[in-house]
Structures are given as structure tokens and as C-alpha cells.
């Protein structure tokens, strides 16, 4: 796409800008059968530099129904996963599941094993996954108050659903407040539910 190729090369020239993601954002708002699936294809080929065009991709594919290469989608979380890009890994496994292509187990894996939070707090909102969190966060039992303050967003929502339970996580949402939020019910975490969305359904590339 013409006005992508132009963007991308004032974005070389002002790196620090957002010339790319405003770009995306714009054209994402004039897509229309004849130019969606070059527009998701280019976009792809650029989301593993530019990780910002990710959330766009998401929101365009929440409207077009563009069949992804899932083994594609894998390599890009597992690239933004080596340079430890949390939002790049979130909104990844995010459009994973928006597209219903599998997450690898290796890629899983080595999700958990990185140790990102929010990832892993992705993991809990596309509902995929969810025992490897469990098993992370029981690895957790009997830790450094400090190591569960760093993941005290996976504790509260695995506490709250009742799917970990533990004395010392008990102790741990008690002296923190954060059982007052679960006497409330109160979620951080809404469960993605694709069935619900509606999408033009476009050729295949």
C-alpha cells in the first residue's frame, strides 16, 4: 500500500515518532473488500519491528473476518517474546485468539517461563493456557513477599475464581486489601468471547 510505503519511510527518517501506528489507524478506518487483505498482510510483515501496529491489527480483524497463518502468528510472539515485549506478546496472543489458531505449547512455555505477568494475565483472558498459569503461580506458594507483589494480578483473579487455592495466597490478598475486592467480585481480567463478534468475511491470500 502506497500510503504504508510513504509512512514507513518518514518513520526511518523520525524514529522516535508514531508515523506508522497513525497511519494504520487511519487507513484501518477506510478498508473495504478489494484492499483488506494486503492491508492485513503488510501490517503483519511489519508488526515484528513495529509492535505498536498490533492493537490496530486486533481492532481490524474484530470487523474483517481475514484468514491469518497461525504458525505465522506463533513466530511473531516468540520474536516479541525474545525481546521480552510484554504489550507486543499480549496483543499477539491476543489476535491469536481473536483468529482461533492455536498457541504452540513450546510457545506457551516459554511464555510462562519468561515470567511475564501480563502475559500470563493474557493467557487468563483469552481463556487458553490457564494451567500452565495455575502451575506458575503455585511455584509461587511460600515466596518473598516481593515476588508476589510483582505477580499479584495473576494471584488475585486465580484466587478469586477459586481455581488456586492456598493459605499463603489467603494471607497475602488479607493483609494486601485485595480481599476486599474479592468480597466485590471486582475483575481486572474480562474474558474475551469471540463468538459474540460480527465480521465481513473476505478470500483467502
Not at 494486503?38 to 474483517?64: D, M, N, T
Amino acid at each position: 500500500m502506497v500510503n504504508l510505503n510513504f509512512a514507513v519511510a518518514l518513520q526511518r527518517q523520525n524514529p522516535q515518532s508514531s508515523i506508522i501506528k497513525y497511519a494504520a489507524r487511519v487507513l484501518s478506518g477506510r478498508l473495504h473488500e478489494d484492499n483488506v487483505e494486503i492491508y492485513f498482510r503488510y501490517l503483519l510483515q511489519l508488526a515484528f519491528h513495529y509492535p505498536a501496529v498490533l492493537p490496530i491489527l486486533c481492532g481490524s480483524f474484530k470487523k474483517w473476518l481475514v484468514p491469518l497463518d497461525g504458525e505465522y502468528l506463533n513466530a511473531l510472539v516468540a520474536k516479541h517474546l525474545e525481546f521480552r515485549r510484554s504489550d507486543a506478546v499480549s496483543w499477539g496472543l491476543y489476535l491469536l485468539r481473536l483468529t482461533k489458531k492455536k498457541i504452540s505449547g513450546d510457545l506457551a512455555k516459554k511464555v510462562v517461563y519468561s515470567g511475564d505477568c501480563i502475559a500470563m494475565a493474557t493467557f487468563l483472558g483469552i481463556d487458553r493456557k490457564i494451567d500452565l498459569v495455575i502451575e506458575f503461580v503455585k511455584s509461587l506458594n511460600g515466596k518473598h513477599r516481593y515476588e508476589l507483589d510483582k505477580y499479584w494480578l495473576l494471584i488475585y483473579e486465580l484466587t478469586r475464581s477459586g481455581q488456586c487455592k492456598s493459605g499463603d495466597f489467603d494471607k497475602y490478598v488479607e493483609k494486601t486489601g485485595l480481599q476486599i475486592l474479592i468480597d466485590q467480585d471486582v475483575a481486572f481480567i474480562r474474558k474475551l468471547s469471540v463468538s459474540m463478534l460480527k465480521r465481513r468475511r473476505v478470500g483467502f491470500f
